[in-house]
């Protein structure tokens, strides 16, 4: 079993709907990272958070340690947010334990 | 600001040649990562270096790969030999410091292809 798994691994969608993406991961962790890599593009980080909520235009990140999940949810999702999205926790040293990975297409 | 920088975007190298990838990091940040992605894949860890030591060189796939990190700046990845498996983009990433609760800055990535 992989330390972080992502879901789904594939998410298509109409332009509008709310989106989520889920992160579980098994280790214990410093913080958890959701990164987004647009095709043929680099990879941004989009939040960084160690406990509750943050929230970044249409980006809302949440994460509960307890139960060792996170999602990463889009308000009125739009083509442009087409993307891979990329969950990676930061364990007890200095790497990143990196998620598969969920690829999101917004159709118009 | 400044983000990190890596050359070139793209590389096209026979089977066999060498190849040095560079990338120049955020300034101030101590740690640096290189990542390899090869087509439809996730990220595969290669090395991290803090400052200029690399104490984590475990994800290096063979000993055809080597890489170093100059005055805790620039650093160059080098791929002697290389062959068709090679080809992926290498990637670039620099944070603050080596720890896992610091946000990691990509670079653009080099493509590299082997023919």
């Known amino acids: 079993k992989n330390e972080v798994e992502q879901s789904p691994q594939n998410l298509t969608a109409q332009e509008g709907e709310f989106i989520t993406i889920n992160c579980s991961y098994s280790v214990g962790i410093s913080a958890l990272h959701w990164l987004q890599q647009h095709p043929g593009g680099g990879i941004v980080s989009l939040f960084m958070l160690s406990s509750g909520k943050k929230k970044h235009g249409r980006l809302i990140a949440t994460i509960n340690i307890q139960e060792k999940h996170s999602s990463l949810h889009i308000t009125a999702s739009h083509p442009r947010d087409s993307a891979v999205y990329i969950c990676?926790?930061?364990?007890?040293?200095?790497?990143?334990?990196w998620g598969a990975g969920t690829k999101l297409i917004i159709k118009p | 600001g400044a983000g990190v920088s890596q050359s070139p975007s793209n590389k096209v190298t026979e089977k066999g040649k060498d190849v040095e990838l560079r990338c120049d990091p955020i300034?101030?940040?101590?740690?640096l990562y290189w990542y390899r992605q090869s087509l439809g894949q996730g990220l595969e860890f290669l090395i991290y270096?803090?400052?200029?030591?690399?104490?984590?060189k475990s994800g290096l796939p063979s000993d055809r790969f080597s890489a170093e990190r100059t005055g805790g700046s620039v650093s160059t990845l080098t791929i002697q030999r290389t062959q068709q498996e090679d080809s992926a983009v290498y990637l670039c990433?620099?944070?603050?410091?080596?720890?896992?609760?610091?946000?990691?800055?990509f670079g653009p990535g080099t493509r590299l292809t082997v023919t």
């Open positions: 990433a620099s944070s603050l410091a080596g720890q896992g609760a610091y946000e990691q800055y």
């Open positions: 300034s101030g940040h101590t740690a």
């Open positions: 990676a926790v930061g364990a007890s040293n200095y790497q990143l334990i």
């Open positions: 270096f803090q400052g200029n030591s690399a104490p984590d």
